[in-house]
Protein backbone atom coordinates (compact mmCIF):
# COMPACT_ATOMS: atom_id res chain seq x y z
CA UNK A 1 0.00 0.00 0.00
CA UNK A 2 0.90 3.68 -0.58
CA UNK A 3 1.68 6.15 2.05
CA UNK A 4 0.91 9.55 2.47
CA UNK A 5 3.83 12.32 2.11
CA UNK A 6 3.52 15.52 3.50
CA UNK A 7 3.41 17.31 -0.08
CA UNK A 8 1.57 15.01 -1.95
CA UNK A 9 -2.27 13.80 -1.18
CA UNK A 10 -2.54 11.80 -4.49
CA UNK A 11 -0.02 9.35 -2.80
CA UNK A 12 -3.40 8.29 -0.72
CA UNK A 13 -5.32 7.47 -3.96
CA UNK A 14 -6.11 4.06 -5.03
CA UNK A 15 -8.42 2.50 -8.16
CA UNK A 16 -9.94 -0.16 -6.73
CA UNK A 17 -12.24 -3.20 -7.86
CA UNK A 18 -14.57 -5.51 -6.45
CA UNK A 19 -16.93 -8.07 -8.47
CA UNK A 20 -19.92 -10.12 -7.72
CA UNK A 21 -19.50 -13.72 -7.19
CA UNK A 22 -18.97 -15.94 -10.64
CA UNK A 23 -19.29 -12.12 -12.40
CA UNK A 24 -23.29 -12.44 -12.02
CA UNK A 25 -25.03 -9.22 -12.52
CA UNK A 26 -25.79 -9.08 -8.34
CA UNK A 27 -26.44 -5.20 -8.31
CA UNK A 28 -28.41 -5.14 -11.95
CA UNK A 29 -30.77 -8.41 -10.20
CA UNK A 30 -31.13 -7.10 -6.86
CA UNK A 31 -31.61 -3.42 -8.29
CA UNK A 32 -28.75 -2.46 -5.68
CA UNK A 33 -27.21 0.23 -6.92
CA UNK A 34 -28.30 2.75 -4.57
CA UNK A 35 -26.92 0.47 -2.23
CA UNK A 36 -23.50 1.35 -3.21
CA UNK A 37 -23.65 5.11 -3.05
CA UNK A 38 -25.21 4.49 0.23
CA UNK A 39 -21.46 2.94 1.19
CA UNK A 40 -19.92 6.43 -1.00
CA UNK A 41 -21.88 8.31 1.88
CA UNK A 42 -20.71 6.47 4.37
CA UNK A 43 -17.23 6.41 3.26
CA UNK A 44 -17.65 10.64 2.87
CA UNK A 45 -19.27 10.95 6.14
CA UNK A 46 -18.02 8.62 8.58
CA UNK A 47 -14.65 8.12 7.20
CA UNK A 48 -13.45 11.69 5.45
CA UNK A 49 -13.02 9.46 2.65
CA UNK A 50 -13.44 10.77 -0.75
CA UNK A 51 -14.67 9.23 -4.30
CA UNK A 52 -12.88 10.90 -7.12
CA UNK A 53 -14.20 8.80 -9.67
CA UNK A 54 -16.35 5.43 -10.38
CA UNK A 55 -18.62 3.57 -12.11
CA UNK A 56 -21.14 0.33 -10.88
CA UNK A 57 -21.53 -2.39 -13.52
CA UNK A 58 -24.40 -4.70 -13.42
CA UNK A 59 -21.51 -7.36 -11.91
CA UNK A 60 -18.43 -5.37 -10.73
CA UNK A 61 -17.60 -1.49 -9.49
CA UNK A 62 -14.55 0.15 -9.97
CA UNK A 63 -13.98 3.48 -8.20
CA UNK A 64 -11.05 5.71 -7.01
CA UNK A 65 -10.96 6.75 -3.15
CA UNK A 66 -8.77 9.18 -1.41
CA UNK A 67 -8.37 8.27 1.83
CA UNK A 68 -7.09 11.35 4.16
CA UNK A 69 -6.44 9.51 7.05
CA UNK A 70 -3.07 6.97 6.86
CA UNK A 71 -4.31 5.25 9.81
CA UNK A 72 -7.69 3.73 7.40
CA UNK A 73 -7.19 0.47 6.71
CA UNK A 74 -8.75 0.61 2.47
CA UNK A 75 -8.61 -3.69 3.37
CA UNK A 76 -11.29 -2.73 6.17
CA UNK A 77 -13.05 -0.15 4.47
CA UNK A 78 -13.79 -1.99 0.88
CA UNK A 79 -14.38 -5.59 3.49
CA UNK A 80 -16.97 -3.70 5.39
CA UNK A 81 -18.64 -2.25 2.46
CA UNK A 82 -18.75 -5.46 0.40
CA UNK A 83 -20.37 -7.08 3.72
CA UNK A 84 -23.25 -4.16 4.02
CA UNK A 85 -23.95 -4.71 0.30
CA UNK A 86 -24.16 -8.33 0.52
CA UNK A 87 -26.60 -8.18 3.49
CA UNK A 88 -29.30 -5.97 1.04
CA UNK A 89 -28.34 -7.62 -1.94
CA UNK A 90 -29.90 -10.96 -0.42
CA UNK A 91 -32.46 -9.52 1.09
CA UNK A 92 -33.74 -7.95 -2.42
CA UNK A 93 -33.12 -11.46 -3.88
CA UNK A 94 -35.12 -13.13 -1.35
CA UNK A 95 -37.99 -10.60 -2.01
CA UNK A 96 -37.86 -11.38 -5.56
CA UNK A 97 -37.97 -14.69 -5.30
CA UNK A 98 -35.03 -15.08 -7.48
CA UNK A 99 -34.42 -18.88 -5.98
CA UNK A 100 -31.86 -19.67 -8.64
CA UNK A 101 -29.43 -17.54 -8.02
CA UNK A 102 -29.74 -17.55 -4.12
CA UNK A 103 -28.72 -21.24 -4.83
CA UNK A 104 -25.99 -20.14 -6.54
CA UNK A 105 -24.85 -17.69 -3.81
CA UNK A 106 -25.38 -20.49 -1.06
CA UNK A 107 -23.23 -23.35 -2.65
CA UNK A 108 -20.34 -20.65 -3.17
CA UNK A 109 -20.04 -20.51 0.57
CA UNK A 110 -17.00 -22.53 1.65
CA UNK A 111 -16.92 -25.09 4.59
CA UNK A 112 -15.05 -22.60 6.43
CA UNK A 113 -17.28 -19.72 6.21
CA UNK A 114 -20.39 -21.77 6.88
CA UNK A 115 -18.46 -22.19 10.10
CA UNK A 116 -18.23 -18.67 10.54
CA UNK A 117 -21.85 -18.69 9.81
CA UNK A 118 -21.93 -16.96 6.00
CA UNK A 119 -24.58 -18.30 3.96
CA UNK A 120 -24.39 -16.54 0.73
CA UNK A 121 -21.68 -16.12 -1.35
CA UNK A 122 -22.63 -12.33 -3.20
CA UNK A 123 -19.05 -10.76 -4.00
CA UNK A 124 -15.67 -12.55 -5.02
CA UNK A 125 -13.68 -12.38 -1.61
CA UNK A 126 -10.80 -10.47 -3.11
CA UNK A 127 -10.77 -7.07 -4.05
CA UNK A 128 -8.43 -5.15 -6.73
CA UNK A 129 -6.56 -2.21 -5.38
CA UNK A 130 -3.83 -0.04 -6.61
CA UNK A 131 -2.11 2.79 -5.27
CA UNK A 132 -1.96 6.52 -7.73
CA UNK A 133 1.43 7.88 -7.70
CA UNK A 134 1.15 9.84 -11.07
CA UNK A 135 -1.35 12.19 -12.01
CA UNK A 136 -1.15 10.51 -15.65
CA UNK A 137 -1.91 6.97 -14.14
CA UNK A 138 -4.61 8.80 -12.68
CA UNK A 139 -6.24 10.55 -15.72
CA UNK A 140 -5.75 6.77 -16.98
CA UNK A 141 -7.46 4.66 -14.87
CA UNK A 142 -10.47 7.78 -14.63
CA UNK A 143 -10.34 7.14 -18.35
CA UNK A 144 -10.67 3.42 -18.27
CA UNK A 145 -13.76 4.02 -15.57
CA UNK A 146 -15.83 5.77 -17.51
CA UNK A 147 -15.16 3.87 -20.87
CA UNK A 148 -16.25 0.61 -19.17
CA UNK A 149 -19.88 0.73 -19.83
CA UNK A 150 -19.47 0.74 -23.68
CA UNK A 151 -15.96 -1.41 -23.94
CA UNK A 152 -16.38 -5.02 -24.75
CA UNK A 153 -19.32 -7.11 -24.52
CA UNK A 154 -21.35 -3.89 -22.39
CA UNK A 155 -23.17 -1.41 -24.83
CA UNK A 156 -25.08 -0.44 -21.97
CA UNK A 157 -25.06 3.32 -23.68
CA UNK A 158 -23.84 4.87 -26.86
CA UNK A 159 -22.10 7.68 -24.94
CA UNK A 160 -19.96 6.73 -21.68
CA UNK A 161 -21.27 10.19 -20.21
CA UNK A 162 -24.61 9.27 -20.35
CA UNK A 163 -24.45 5.84 -17.85
CA UNK A 164 -26.17 7.19 -14.98
CA UNK A 165 -23.89 5.19 -12.52
CA UNK A 166 -20.75 6.66 -13.47
CA UNK A 167 -18.68 9.70 -12.42
CA UNK A 168 -18.29 10.42 -15.96
CA UNK A 169 -20.94 13.03 -16.49
CA UNK A 170 -19.34 15.19 -14.05
CA UNK A 171 -15.86 15.00 -15.65
CA UNK A 172 -17.13 15.32 -19.03
CA UNK A 173 -20.21 18.14 -18.81
CA UNK A 174 -20.18 19.43 -14.96
CA UNK A 175 -23.30 16.87 -14.01
CA UNK A 176 -23.99 15.02 -11.16
CA UNK A 177 -25.42 11.63 -11.37
CA UNK A 178 -27.93 12.52 -9.12
CA UNK A 179 -27.33 9.81 -6.96
CA UNK A 180 -23.66 10.84 -5.43
CA UNK A 181 -21.44 14.11 -5.81
CA UNK A 182 -17.73 13.53 -5.92
CA UNK A 183 -14.90 16.04 -5.57
CA UNK A 184 -13.06 16.50 -8.85
CA UNK A 185 -9.30 15.04 -8.28
CA UNK A 186 -8.14 18.73 -9.16
CA UNK A 187 -9.65 19.81 -6.01
CA UNK A 188 -7.88 17.19 -3.79
CA UNK A 189 -5.47 20.16 -2.04
CA UNK A 190 -8.97 21.90 -1.12
CA UNK A 191 -9.92 18.51 1.43
Known amino acids: MATKT ?3 PKYSLYFCTFTCYKWLKLFEEANAYMMVYDWFKY ?6 VVV ?12 ILHLADPLLSLN ?6 KRFMAYGIIERLKKASKNNLLKILRMGVSEVDKSKKQKHRVFE ?3 DAKPIYSEKFLEQKIDYIHQNPVRGKWNLVDDYSKY ?5 AFYEMNQSNGYFDIVHYKDLDEI
Open 6 to 8: EHS
Open 43 to 48: LKNKKN
Open 52 to 63: IAFVIMPNHCHL
Open 76 to 81: KLVANG
Open 125 to 127: PSF
Open 164 to 168: QHSSA
